[in-house]
T-cell receptor, first 115, second 111 residues
Framework: GAGVSQSPSNKVTEKGKDVELRCDPI?????LYWYRQRLGQGLEFLIY????????KSGLPSDRFSAERTGESVSTLTIQRTQQEDSAVYLC?????????????FGSGTQLSVL | GESVGLHLPTLSVQEGDNSIINCAYS??????FIWYKQESGKGPQFIID?????DKRQGQRVTVLLNKTVKHLSLQIAATQPGDSAVYFC??????????FGAGTRLFVKA
């Protein structure tokens, strides 16, 4: 596609439920990132995928969070047993190579609300 | 929907005036800096970048200044327009893939 696509755009869930958020990066981009943005704050790095290398999961806040990526395409961020503090916008970005000093292309995010 | 809240530093400028948005970065080892613009309900969008071997870089109506001595970055927007209203984030890259974002500044442009 022309840009990074994320779905759903909005997700309302009950505390304790699991959610899956999807990201389709720009075609040909080998690097994919997930960020979390809480209300009124900057972007918090979660996880990074680069090609077939092992992902860097250093930003995942707890073991309730996990992500997968199929090759160099779609990625899914899963949050298990959601908590109210998980409410945020989850942003996905991709870049062409994932190397040093590359600009990121972001999707519009998934607004997650945990009731 | 609203993607950012009410607690961000805010800059309010008159349409046609110049805007200056400032940012302090933390890591002296950072060597690549980027400004992103985020409009309500959207993801951040790249505006301009600068590498640490430069002090200034100009784009269309935007200029980024880098002062490595005091670890300070600024974004200047010339002839600010209503469409410039957004939240602006500075970001630093400390080497490798990880880009660290600042808290953001909300720019209001008064017509």
């Amino acid at each position: 596609g022309a840009g990074v696509s994320q779905s759903p755009s909005n997700k309302v869930t009950e505390k304790g439920k699991d959610v899956e958020l999807r990201c389709d990066p720009i075609s040909g981009h080998t690097a994919l990132y997930w960020y979390r943005q809480r209300l009124g704050q900057g972007l918090e790095f979660l996880i990074y995928f680069q090609g077939n290398s092992a992902p860097d999961k250093s930003g995942l806040p707890s073991d309730r969070f996990s992500a997968e990526r199929t090759g160099e395409s779609v990625s899914t961020l899963t949050i298990q047993r959601t908590q109210q503090e998980d409410s945020a916008v989850y942003l996905c970005a991709s870049s062409s190579q994932g190397g040093r000093g590359e600009k990121l292309f972001f999707g519009s995010g998934t607004q997650l609300s945990v009731l | 929907g609203e993607s950012v809240g009410l607690h961000l530093p805010t800059l309010s400028v008159q349409e046609g005036d110049n805007s200056i948005i400032n940012c302090a970065y933390s890591n002296s080892a950072s060597d690549y800096f980027i400004w992103y613009k985020q409009e309500s309900g959207k993801g951040p969008q790249f505006i301009i970048d600068i590498r640490s071997n430069m002090d200034k870089r100009q784009g269309q109506r935007v200029t980024v200044l880098l002062n490595k001595t005091v670890k300070h970055l600024s974004l200047q927007i010339a002839a600010t327009q209503p469409g410039d209203s957004a939240v602006y984030f500075c970001a630093e890259n400390t080497g490798g893939f990880k880009t660290i974002f600042g808290a953001g500044t909300r720019l209001f442009v008064k017509a």
